[in-house]
């Protein structure tokens, strides 16, 4: 069973009942779920997932103490301690996980301000421009199994997505930075007998043409162990996981041919979709596609800051 479909049941069958009969008072005013770190949140645990922070439980989510009060988040913490240590045929664990427990009582202010430095979700320009976009991932994932009180859901909501200035100014630098990366420094490094340097502009590459690829979906890239991963699921580019991976995984100079023509057409992917968007003309050449997009953003100050100033 996945995690997400284990907390999910060890919530109505145990959290649920716990709630309505001892905390009924309490109920409009609660949410719970399963959102945060951990591959669980995300849906892509497997066995070997379950060697760490693998347990029945789930977020159990407090609005402000003037709503309910310290004692009562007392009580509540008890009645979760409380709930079965087995279910499903795991056990809850005995240790906390590096970085504090991920399921329980917890306040959402606490939670959002935790992932992505604001308590309410409000961030300024500035805090999309920078935030890294895993912690967005984890602010916004996995399920909430209820919200009567509805706050948890309104922030989740406002998070879902960058502003759309601000994902034009990220894919312009990512754009940007994929050009120099592929098209341009693998071919001169592997000339300058550079092999070290041309593996490392095809990670660069990678990454920068993957971020594009995120970013053209309008989807937060997670964690960097998870990227093929979710690559994979994208709604639109998910064909680029294999030639990214290919262009990482692959043999040495002899391949140098099969390369440059996976990083072309990489990048005649994302110059379609780029297109298709409206973001551009006819124009296929990743660089000038770059200042392109950079032109869309309608906010002055942050269209004529540097082209890679959100990367």
């Not at 439980?57 to 310290?70: K, Q, S, T, Y």
Request: aromatic share 10%.
């Amino acid at each position: 069973m996945k995690g997400l479909e284990l907390a999910r049941d060890y919530f109505e069958r145990c959290g649920r009942p716990m709630l309505e009969r001892d905390f009924p008072e309490l109920l409009p005013f609660l949410a719970a779920g399963l959102c945060g770190s951990g591959s669980d949140c995300f849906g892509w645990d497997d066995e070997v997932s379950q060697d760490h922070d693998f347990e029945p439980g789930f977020c159990l989510f407090l609005p402000e103490e003037a709503i309910v009060d310290r004692r009562q988040e007392f009580l509540l913490e008890r009645a979760y301690a409380k709930l079965p240590q087995d279910f499903g045929g795991v056990g809850r664990a005995k240790m906390l996980p590096v970085g504090g427990a991920r399921h329980g009582v917890m306040r959402t202010a606490d939670f959002f301000r935790k992932t992505v430095g604001s308590e309410n979700g409000a961030l300024s320009t500035e805090d999309w421009l920078t935030l890294p976009e895993q912690t967005l991932a984890e602010a916004t994932n996995g399920a909430i199994f209820f919200d009567d009180w509805g706050e948890v859901s309104r922030i989740r909501a406002q998070l879902a997505a960058f502003p759309e200035d601000v994902r034009l100014k990220k894919l312009a630098g990512r754009l940007l930075l994929a050009a120099q990366a592929g098209p341009y420094n693998y071919r001169r490094c592997l000339a300058h007998g550079e092999s070290g340097a041309a593996q490392l502009a095809l990670f660069e590459f990678a990454d920068s043409a993957s971020a594009a690829a995120f970013l053209l979906a309008r989807r937060y890239r997670p964690y960097y162990k998870w990227r093929f991963r979710a690559l994979r699921e994208l709604p639109l580019l998910s064909g680029l996981a294999d030639p990214l991976e290919k262009l990482i995984t692959g043999g040495g100079a002899e391949s140098a041919r099969e390369k440059e023509a996976l990083i072309d057409r990489v990048c005649a992917a994302l110059a379609a979709e780029v297109r298709a968007q409206g973001l551009a003309g006819e124009e296929k050449d990743l660089e000038r596609l770059a200042y392109a997009v950079n032109a869309r953003v309608k906010d002055a100050e942050l269209r004529n800051r540097h082209i890679l100033a959100a990367v």
